[in-house]
């Protein structure tokens, strides 16, 4: 009996992280499925059981963004990425739309927060006005949450009014992936247009588990979407779209206030929305990175920091050819996940879900010739 016990253990421990290079995909949405134009801006998450849970838009009648007749689509594994349930739609409106989505999970609760923009008719990013914190002139930030896995959500909330300036023309949250600090704190990325028209980076946070929401200060001029990731120390670092590079930057104070920026000139960027997250297991504390390393939109790849995102010196190209927005995942069973746009003529051809350990990304600086799996 004990023996059984044994060799139980040692399968179970072997399945939560298989030894050799391992890497799989699959494209779980493709533009023109179920009658929409395009399906764009990927966010992921996996629960505290084991689901993953995908959102993107639907952008029915074209390919840009808000405004425009934009629904939030679903779909969801519960075997690590491999097969996934039919797309359903969590968030859809009469008038106006909605898009740009990005999750989070409480830890504690189990919690599942969907942020995301909510255009009023004919309201977007560059026609939103100011002189107002909400209203139908006003692009906003809306927040919804399910307790059971993205079974059921709840009704969305306004948030705007706790933080948007009157003198802004416009914000949203950055779209992907965010997270709790380890003291609790949210952290959703956000995008201002200010009055002047000029636009940069900044994070509102809660500190009562998304009851109520306060927003720090611009980290730098220029910058644009942007991702969080809690540091071995307490550091927020924040990685930044900044024209050709990435821009960076480093918060003492739980992701408020931060250092000046300073390009990071190892992260080649077309200005583009990537994905960054903290690796801790096997004996590493480490940065996963992704994003389209091109000057232009394409070569989808994943990068690896042993030193806080000071230097990547390994990564691998995942999809060479087209490709836009990716966030990026560790899963629970130690493997990476990455969502992500990508095509052959054109990034905004499908939706792809990647899965990888690190062994693969080791492996060798060669593309990946890997193809998608069709599901059934």
Known sequence: MKLRIVIFWIGLLAGLAPAGPRFSQVDIWRQGEAGVNTYRIPA???TRRGTLIAVADA??????????RIFLVMRRSFDRGTTWSPAQVIRKVEEGGVGDASLLLDRASGRVWCFHAYGPPG???????????????????????????GSTWSAPADITPQIKDPSWQAMFATSGTHFETSRGRYLVPMVVREGDRSVSARNAYSDDRGRTWKIGPAIGPGTDESKAVELADGTVLENMRDGKT????????????FDRPVEDTALVDPSCNAGITRYKGRGMDI????????????????????????????????HPGPAAYSTVIVLRDGTIGVLYERG?????????????????????????????????
């Open 246 to 257: 990435r821009a960076v930057a480093r918060s003492r104070d739980g992701g408020v206030s």
């Open 44 to 46: 992921l998450v996996e």
């Open 59 to 68: 952008r029915h009648d074209q390919s840009s963004d808000l405004p425009g």
């Open 344 to 376: 052959d003529k054109y990034a905004a051809e499908r939706i792809t879900f990647a899965r990888f350990n690190l062994d693969w990304v080791r492996a060798s600086g060669r593309t990946s010739s890997a193809e998608p799996r069709r599901e059934q």
């Open 123 to 149: 309201i977007g990013f560059p026609t939103a006005k100011p002189g107002a914190v909400t209203g139908p002139d006003t692009l906003q930030v809306h927040a919804m949450y399910s307790d059971d896995d």
């Open 287 to 318: 940065l996963v990175f992704t994003n389209a390393v091109a000057v232009r939109r394409e070569n989808l790849s994943v990068k690896i920091s042993y030193d806080g995102g000071r230097t990547w010196p390994e990564g691998r190209t995942i």
